[in-house]
């Protein structure tokens, strides 16, 4: 592991850390290859880009086995997840973000704890996000853009925009929630003030690098308009401490986030 009194530092400053490929490539590479049939799956658990054909999100990879349960929960990812959030932790939500060539679309400026709370109950940003290039990230093909220090700011409660903030599971609203309108992004005012206040840092590297970000840290990635496809493997990591309530009136379903809080063991390579 990259030193990690110096990665636990960066994290606190900025709210992100950056690290080349943590993962031996014998671990996340088979993702790559069940990818296809994952995106082809029909279901609920899938969502398209604004054309209706292509694939923006698959959610629900939590309750898959081999090597999607291997990266989460038996990688040196643990390890590093638990060194930055400082307690158990628990794989929240597991989903893939096939960012198609020339037709993948913008996520826009947002905070993933907005989500999280509105929709689960979630009470603190006590959790974290793993992003994992399952294919090379430039410039070009829409990477991570990152607002470094943002994730200490307490922002006001965030509403749904343009929504009635019924974000229950039903398969209508949140296919409306993940398009590329975002209904919990941040006006277009404020994320232009703090990009320009705060600087912009866009998260490129080699397949297998991982980004770890806070859930409160503003973040968005732009559209894809190269010719190669951009994958992220996005594993978001919650305290055992901070588990939604399971009475919370508006939980999602299990398709969508892990309501068991069991502790996940933490990698161990000596």
């Known amino acids: ?15 992100f850390v950056v690290v080349p490929p943590l993962t031996p490539r014998e671990i996340w590479g088979p993702l790559t290859e069940e990818l296809p049939a994952v995106l082809a799956e029909e279901g609920p658990q899938r969502f398209f880009e604004e054309d209706g054909t292509t694939v923006r999100a698959v959610y629900g990879l939590h309750r898959r086995g081999g090597p999607w349960q291997a990266l989460a929960e038996a990688s040196p990812l643990t390890a590093l997840v638990r060194l930055l959030l400082g307690e158990d932790m628990y794989v929240y939500q597991w989903k893939v973000n096939p960012k198609a060539a020339r037709r993948g ?6 905070r993933d704890f907005d989500f999280w709370r509105a929709a689960d109950g979630m009470r603190r940003p006590a959790a974290l996000t793993a992003a994992v290039f399952l294919d090379e990230v430039t410039g070009e093909n829409g990477p991570l853009r990152l607002i470094a220090g943002t994730h200490t700011d307490r922002p006001a409660t965030a509403a749904p925009s343009g929504d009635d903030g019924d974000t229950g599971g039903g398969a209508a609203d949140w296919a409306w ?21 705060r600087g912009v840092h866009e998260a490129t590297g080699p397949a297998g690098t991982v980004v770890l970000f806070h859930g409160n840290l503003v973040h968005s990635s732009g559209p894809n308009r190269s010719p190669h496809t951009r994958t992220l493997a996005l594993i978001s ?17 299990d398709l969508f986030v892990n309501h068991d809080a069991k502790p996940l063991p933490v990698w161990d390579d000596r």
Request: hydrophobic share 30%; aromatic share 8%.
């Open 1 to 15: 592991m990259t030193d990690p009194k110096r990665l636990l530092a960066e994290y606190r400053r900025d709210g």
């Open 105 to 110: 679309e913008r996520w826009q400026w947002h």
């Open 177 to 197: 929630i993940t398009s590329s309108r975002d209904a919990y992004a941040l006006p277009d005012p404020s994320a232009e003030e703090l990009a320009r206040t």
């Open 237 to 253: 990591y919650n305290a055992v401490s901070n588990a939604p309530p399971a009475d919370h009136p508006a939980a999602r379903r």
